[in-house]
């Protein structure tokens, strides 16, 4: 009878993402779920106390991973001096892009799940706690650069959020189109680069100065 219940908790789950998929979060329900399932609402509810329940077990784990883990880089990134820093400017380090955009993949479900379905949910703004991050961290960089007395081309913050917005959804826009494990690599690793050079351009900080 175990076993018959633990393959109940993974068909809803596994029901929960085809609904939330095909339909969003707002709407799907928990009745729709029953039905893919052919049981009543009430077999649902011994697991799950409601629809969000569902989301959350879908795209939790891997969310507060990537999300904690990105915090804890821009952490570590800020405590560099600043010769360290001007290396990275300032995207996360090729090694850690490539971690995340893995890791992503890894979990592809739960970020489809996040890009796509989850409106009206408490991930519908995931993406902006990441670029919020970004933008932090950029600012604390900028601030060091000029404390330090380097001479930078003045940004002010709602330009910083739409490059870091620009940039993080570009990255999951790899997720939204469904792109190869392999493509979404190399697309966002261009990406990177691209960003990593641009952000040098608008502060009018030259290749020699990197250093």
């Known amino acids: 009878m175990k076993l018959?219940?633990?393959k109940l908790a993974k068909d809803i789950l596994l029901a929960g993402?085809?609904?939330?998929?095909?339909?969003?979060f707002q709407g799907a329900s928990m009745r729709q779920i029953a039905a893919?399932?052919?049981?009543?609402?009430g077999a649902i509810y011994r697991y799950y106390t409601d629809k969000e329940s569902i989301f959350e077990a879908l795209v939790g784990d891997a969310a507060r991973e990537l999300e904690e883990r990105y915090r804890r880089v821009q952490q570590e990134f800020a405590e560099l001096p600043l010769s360290g820093q001007m290396e990275n400017l300032p995207e996360?380090?090729?090694d850690e892009h490539a971690w995340m955009m893995e890791y992503i993949y890894d979990n592809f479900d739960a970020f489809k799940l996040i890009s796509c379905c989850a409106v009206g949910t408490g991930y519908e703004h995931y993406l902006d706690r990441l670029i919020e991050i970004e933008v932090n961290s950029s600012l604390a960089l900028i601030d060091k650069m000029q404390q330090e007395g380097m001479k930078v081309l003045p940004m002010d913050e709602d330009m910083i959020h739409i490059v870091a917005s620009a940039m993080f959804n570009g990255m999951f826009e790899t997720v939204r189109h469904d792109i190869p494990r392999e493509k979404a690599i190399i697309y966002t690793d261009s990406l990177r680069s691209?960003?990593?050079?641009?952000w040098f351009k608008l502060l009018g900080i030259s290749e020699?100065?990197?250093?």
């Open 194 to 198: 691209f960003y990593s050079a641009g």
């Open 36 to 41: 893919r399932l052919q049981v009543t609402t």
């Open 92 to 94: 996360v380090s090729e």
């Open 17 to 24: 993402k085809e609904e939330f998929l095909e339909k969003g």
């Open 4 to 6: 018959i219940n633990e």
């Open 208 to 211: 020699k100065k990197r250093g």
